[in-house]
């Protein structure tokens, strides 16, 4: 299982970022992706698969002032 956003998550294999990301709702023009520590560029949510040992945050940019 990966641990996305601090919660374990069952994930079949071949499962790419960009398909979990989307299947979740998240605007990808609005988040930022975390996977062992290292950023992963946008341009790779596409062909990144999520391994089971994959420890991933997902950070959702939010505006305020």
Known sequence: MARINGI???????????????KEGYDINYIAVECNGNIIPKSQYGVRVINVHDVIEIINFVGGG
């Open 8 to 22: 374990y998550i069952e994930i079949s294999e071949e499962t790419t970022l960009l398909e979990y990301i989307e």
